[in-house]
């Protein structure tokens, strides 16, 4: 039986429940980002889940895009309205004061994270 190598397959949806899924949101925002935009996250995080195989079947032979299922894409959108409604983060940044850009606030920088 023949092995081939499966290249830019898309990402399957990550097998992480919300609370792991969470904790990848909070690498990534803590300590030092201040500001972010939502697609920029996304990337973030699919790249870092490719990296380091994190929610994702082990199969060696097949590497995948780095563009998460558009349920995880959901799962965090969620995640992030709950950082909102804790006000740890806040809709706008320095230059933009709407959706998708997105500000960490003072109790978030202090309080991101602390979970994980």
Not at 1 to 20: G, H, T, W, Y
Not at 96 to 112: F, M, Q, R
Request: net charge negative; with cysteine; proline share 3%.
């Amino acid at each position: 039986m023949n092995r081939f190598n499966i290249f830019n397959q898309n990402m399957p949806a990550l097998s992480l429940d919300k609370e792991q899924l969470a904790c990848l949101v909070y690498d990534v925002l803590s300590p030092n980002v201040t500001s972010f935009e939502f697609g920029n996250l996304l990337s973030t995080i699919a790249r870092n889940c490719v990296r380091d195989g994190i929610g994702l079947p082990k199969d060696a032979m097949t590497e995948y895009n780095e563009i998460l299922d558009g349920k995880d894409k959901v799962r965090i959108r969620e995640i992030i309205w709950d950082l909102i409604v804790l006000r740890y983060v806040t809709i706008g940044d320095y230059h933009n004061d709407s959706w998708p850009h997105l500000t960490v606030t003072e109790l978030g920088k202090k309080s991101i994270g602390s979970n994980c």
